[in-house]
């Protein structure tokens, strides 16, 4: 089996192909990834030089360039996970995420139908719902409406509604997820968690928004990625499945606990103007990937961000980049 992975020198993206890679062993992986600010190659330093790894520099939105590398390999799946992520860079400029998000998404769906690749697998996000009231005890399921917030979630709630277009007119095999937030190693320092390790790491200003009462869901990067390998090898085409551990917290809770665990003084906590349009909490029921693909174990989260942590001190200590 051949999956080409977009968007694989990113931070999930190479948590993914690590996982596929080592859970199975005879997959020829294509990792596919322009190289921007938040791609790390060093991420994907463990399959490098496997045998059924090859990596390839490419822009998914460059139709000609798509349909080109279709033509040469012959993948049985695309994991699509190339993307503009940062919420404060679309509201500054959302063409590159328009262009990316939209343009890229529907261009890999074109190239899926045209050399007839058996599943296309969209990677999502919580965003798309918009958001829920702090103190509720509501969640998303896969049939509440989409109501982004920011053009960010805006560019990837249109990205599912084309590839959920394409499936219904087209025949295309195609499944979603929607995940909570994840963190974990090689993730970029403009996300919350790292940029308060590496910040408190230097003695620096801690930016929280607002009060940080903003609530998010957490999953750790490797479950997400076998999350996503569940419902390639045995989700149903045309679904769509949410990712969540279950877990909730504030977003100053968590930067508190970052900065007690480093032994860092709570001084440093700055707190910024809120970003416009902030969504205030959000919650994603998981019932289904529970109970239509079995999985129900999560590493718990104060656990795998106490590993987090270490993760980066280690790389701050020995002198290396963390602002990839």
Not at 157 to 176: F, H, K, W
Not at 225 to 232: D, F, G, Q
Not at 291 to 304: C, D, G, I
Request: net charge negative; with cysteine; proline share 4%.
């Amino acid at each position: 089996m051949k999956i080409l992975v977009t968007g694989g020198a990113g931070f999930m993206g190479s948590s993914f192909i690590r996982h596929m890679m080592k859970a199975h062993p005879d997959l020829q992986m294509v990792c596919l990834d322009k190289l921007t600010y938040a791609s790390d190659l060093s991420a994907l330093s463990e399959v490098w030089d496997c045998d059924g790894f090859r990596f390839i520099k490419g822009d998914i939105s460059d139709r000609g360039f798509v349909f080109d590398l279709f033509a040469e390999e012959s993948f049985d799946a695309v994991v699509n996970f190339a993307a503009e992520t940062h919420v404060d860079n679309s509201i500054k400029d959302s063409g590159p995420f328009f262009t990316s998000n939209i343009l890229g998404t529907a261009s890999l769906l074109d190239a899926v139908n045209a050399f007839h690749v058996r599943r296309f697998h969209q990677i999502s996000t919580d965003e798309v719902y918009g958001d829920l009231p702090i103190g509720s005890r509501e969640s998303f399921n896969e049939n509440s409406p989409l109501s982004p917030s920011n053009p960010y979630s805006a560019s990837k709630a249109s990205a599912d509604m084309i590839a959920l277009s394409y499936c219904r007119t087209y025949g295309t095999p195609v499944t979603i997820s929607r995940s909570v937030n994840n963190y974990g190693p090689f993730q970029n320092t403009e996300k919350l968690i790292p940029l308060s390790i590496t910040s408190a790491f230097n003695h620096q200003a801690v930016p929280v928004y607002a009060k940080g009462e903003n609530v998010r869901s957490w999953i750790y990067v490797d479950d997400h990625s076998r999350a996503v390998e569940s419902i390639l090898l045995k989700g149903m085409v045309g679904e769509v499945y949410n990712i969540s551990s279950g877990f909730e917290c504030s977003n100053i809770e968590i930067v508190r606990y970052i900065i007690a665990k480093m032994g860092r003084s709570g001084d440093l906590i700055t707190f910024v103007p809120d970003r416009p349009g902030h969504d205030r909490r959000y919650s994603l029921d998981n019932n289904k990937i529970v109970s239509e693909l079995s999985l129900s174990s999560f590493v718990p989260f104060f656990k795998a961000l106490d590993q987090t942590i270490d993760w980066y001190l280690r790389r701050l200590e020995d002198g290396r980049n963390c602002i990839l």
